[in-house]
């Protein structure tokens, strides 16, 4: 089992940046994939960005290509979601989930953080 706390979120004015944190407890992290998604107010959960457990394979929308850059150090227990050029549309509860499958999909990911809101100001 995994356990999954999110930090680093705030608000930020469009064109900036901010730097997500997921820790992780236990001792299988390494065996996940691991992603971010975000939900914006009124909206379904969408997929950001996810990293294989090598980190060999990554996976982005194109909304953030570019722009987002997901990392993460096995040896912490440590994911991380480097976000610049912010633009008001980025704003969302960013949440970090695990997964042992290549997916996009939200159901497809065991594991959840409680989520951080990242607010970004025209």
């Known amino acids: 089992q995994v356990q999954l706390v999110e930090s680093g979120g705030g608000l930020v004015q469009a064109g900036g940046s901010l730097r997500l944190s997921c820790a992780a407890s236990?001792?299988?992290?390494?065996?996940?994939?691991m992603a971010w998604f975000r939900q914006g107010p009124g909206e379904d959960r969408e997929f950001v960005a996810s990293i294989s457990q090598n980190s060999y394979n990554l996976d982005y929308i194109d909304s953030v290509k570019g722009r987002f850059t997901i990392s993460r150090d096995n040896a912490k227990n440590m994911v991380t979601l480097e976000m610049s050029s912010l633009k008001p549309e980025d704003t969302a509860i960013y949440y970090c989930?695990?997964?042992?499958?290549?997916?996009?999909?939200?159901?497809?990911?065991?594991?959840w953080g409680q989520g951080t809101q990242v607010t970004v100001s025209s």
């Open positions: 989930a695990a997964s042992g499958s290549i997916t996009r999909r939200s159901s497809a990911y065991s594991y």
């Open positions: 236990g001792r299988t992290f390494s065996s996940y994939r």
